[in-house]
């Protein structure tokens, strides 16, 4: 099998959608009727049905993603240029997003529950006041990062022997018949399993190390993207059977709400035949749900544009800062009187259009900032400018195509 390169538009428009995604949820949660570190005071119980759905599979789509970009990274760079490119673009920003950009997040909840009174230049010298919740240090919408990161050192061994010779002699031809078969749907027995055995026992609380589930299934997805990189079979099956999967996810999404409708993400109530019914539906909806969406974005999300490249390397910047923007917005918009998807759409647009202008305009052109937000130097030479000017160009030319 030739070599591909260490990037794919249609990875890179996977990532994109799935930071997209989270964006998304992370806008909607606190005009939600969940409870968040801030929320509006007139909440929806339907917004909440929709967080329902994203939340059990949006963050999967992250690790598959991971897997698939870690893959592809290897045909370029040894297993400790990784590790340490990935200590660098990650570890720093983790640090950095716990200092400074998660405690204004700390400080408008603290604000908002009547927990501190003052200036946030105040708030600062409780930072260090023990660890959230009972305290103020955090590293809320961060949490996934760590678990990156060692899932990287884990898997690094594991997928250099999947694309050695070696491995491809042993999996060549296993990935051919898991692609004529489709039978990458047999992961759904470890996610099944890890709902039951794990996640009933032990929760969804991605508490890194409590957490049993969660490193079981973001470890089964992340060497899954990296199948995808690495077997182009496997991913066309999975493209082919989009509709399927998009199916399976609705039936199963379905089935979770009508059989188990107060039930939610905490299973702990149910008798053990119950349990293991809700966990296969619910391991499968993840599974359903992760196909069906990278099915549709890597056959009709593969153009490799300016825009693409300057989105790809504004993805972890635009996720460091959006949350706080998010925080911000609900907070102000508390007390303001209008309809709550115009609030929901107004906050959205700012934390869009506020983390990407605060890129633009500070971290792409600054070496330090473009160090504390993992951004890679070459991100300095796609600016906005010229992104905005190609697609005027290329506006203007359909235009007149349609025009003569």
């Known amino acids: 099998m030739a070599e591909r390169s260490e990037r794919r538009a249609e990875f890179d428009w ?18 939600s009727s969940w409870p968040w570190h801030v929320n509006d005071p007139h909440g929806s119980v339907v917004l909440g049905e929709f967080l329902s759905f994203l939340w059990r599979w949006r963050v999967a789509l992250v690790f598959v993603v991971s897997g698939a970009a870690l893959m592809l990274a290897l045909s370029r760079h040894t297993p400790r240029e990784i590790l340490r ?39 600062q010298s409780h930072i260090f006041d023990g660890i959230y919740p009972a305290g103020n240090l955090s590293w809320h919408h ?22 050695s010779d070696t491995g491809r002699r042993t999996l060549d031809r296993a990935m051919d018949t898991v692609a004529r078969r489709h039978l990458y749907w047999l992961l759904a027995v470890p996610m099944a399993i890890s709902h039951l055995f794990l996640r009933v026992q032990h929760g969804d609380s991605h508490t890194f190390l409590g957490d049993p589930h969660g490193w079981l299934e973001f470890a089964t997805l992340m060497v899954f993207g990296a199948v995808l990189a690495l077997w182009p079979q496997v991913l066309a099956a999975v493209q082919r059977g989009r ?4 199916v399976v996810g609705i039936a199963c999404f379905a089935t979770l709400k009508i059989e188990w409708p107060t039930i939610g993400d905490d299973p702990n109530s149910l008798r053990l035949d119950s349990a293991a019914a809700w966990s296969v539906a619910a391991g499968l909806d993840v599974l359903a749900w992760v196909l069906a969406v990278t099915g549709f974005a890597t056959r009709h999300l593969t153009r490799d544009t300016r825009l693409l490249r300057y989105a790809t390397e504004a993805t972890m910047p635009v996720y460091v800062l959006h949350q706080t923007l998010i925080v911000f917005a609900v907070y102000h918009l508390e007390h303001v009187s209008w309809p ?65």
């Open 14 to 31: 996977l990532r994109i959608v799935a930071i997209g995604l989270m964006m998304l949820f992370h806008s909607c949660l606190g005009f």
């Open 85 to 123: 490119e990935r200590l660098h673009r990650l570890g720093i920003p983790l640090m950095f997003g716990i200092l400074v950009i998660v405690p204004p997040q700390v400080y408008y909840e603290r604000l908002q529950r009547g927990q501190f009174n003052g200036s946030y230049l105040d708030f």
């Open 142 to 163: 961060l949490w996934f990062i760590p678990y990156l990161l060692v899932l990287t050192a884990v898997c690094v061994p594991l997928l250099r022997w999947m694309r």
């Open 243 to 246: 509709y399927g999967a998009l």
């Open 340 to 404: 709550l998807g115009v609030k929901i759409v107004t906050t959205l647009s700012f934390c869009v259009m506020g983390s990407l202008a605060i890129y633009e305009v500070a971290i792409r052109r600054s070496a330090v900032l473009r160090t504390l937000f993992g951004v890679k130097d070459r991100a300095a030479d796609i600016g906005l400018d010229t992104v905005l000017s190609d697609l005027g160009l290329k506006i203007t030319s359909r235009w007149r195509a349609r025009s003569s």
